[in-house]
Structure formats: C-alpha cells, structure tokens
C-alpha cells in the first residue's frame, strides 16, 4: 500500500511564501511521475506543477515564474516551494505520484496515488 503525506500548507498574506512537501511511502518500486494539484471551492481540481523522470518540468501557466517544484528520488519525496503568493492560489493542494509497484505475477501494477491535501490561505 502507498501512502503520500503532505505538509506545510497554512496561511500566509499576499506576496508571502509557502513551501509544501510530500513523502511517499510503501512497497515502491519507481514513480516515474510526481506533482501537485489544487482545488478552490466551486472549482475543478487543476495541475499546479509536475516534474517527470526523463522529461521534467510543467507548470501550469498562473504560476509560473513564481512556484518552483523539485524532487529528491532518494525519498519518494517532492517539493513545492510557492512565492509570491496571489490571493487567487488559495485552495486545498493535493501531491499526487504515479506509482510503479515491484513485480507480481508477470506484471508491475502501476497507479496513481493522492494525499489527503493541504489547505494554503492567501489573504489579499
């Protein structure tokens, strides 16, 4: 079983900075993807930023210049380090990885996984 745990959501006045974590943890064997999406009331969950082995980055267009995402494979763990927060990032943020688990039966089972996501306040 797989299990993404996030941190360092919070609240934080315009302009400000944030930075979220995520770790995964389980039977892993790779996780060729990892990132974080977002969710505002009313709205639909949307990417924020995502970094691919092999490939790299991609950010949505609201937030590039401002959030930096970043991955330490070692730990199954990502980063997002959001500055110059707008009022409009408000929203619960999500870590989602694209996990491959190790060999069984023939097959590598392979899936997304959510955390249970991180609420960041930006106060205008």
């Known amino acids: 079983q797989v299990q993404l745990v996030e941190s360092g959501g919070g609240f934080v006045q315009a302009g400000g900075s944030l930075r979220l974590s995520c770790q995964a943890s389980?039977?892993?064997?790779?996780?060729?993807?990892m990132g974080w999406y977002r969710q505002a009331p009313g709205n639909q969950r949307e990417l924020v930023a995502e970094?691919?082995?092999?490939?790299?980055?991609n950010y949505a267009d609201s937030v590039k210049g401002r959030f930096t995402i970043s991955r330490d494979n070692a730990k199954n763990s990502v980063s997002l380090e959001m500055n110059s927060l707008k009022s409009e990032d408000t929203a619960v943020y999500y870590c989602?990885?694209?996990?491959?688990?190790?060999?069984?039966?023939?097959?590598?089972?392979?899936?997304?996984?959510w955390g249970q996501g991180t609420q960041v306040t930006v106060s205008s």
């Open positions: 970094i691919r082995q092999g490939i790299g980055t």
């Open positions: 389980g039977n892993i064997f790779q996780i060729p993807a």
């Open positions: 989602y990885a694209d996990v491959i688990l190790p060999l069984v039966a023939g097959r590598w089972p392979r899936g997304d996984h």
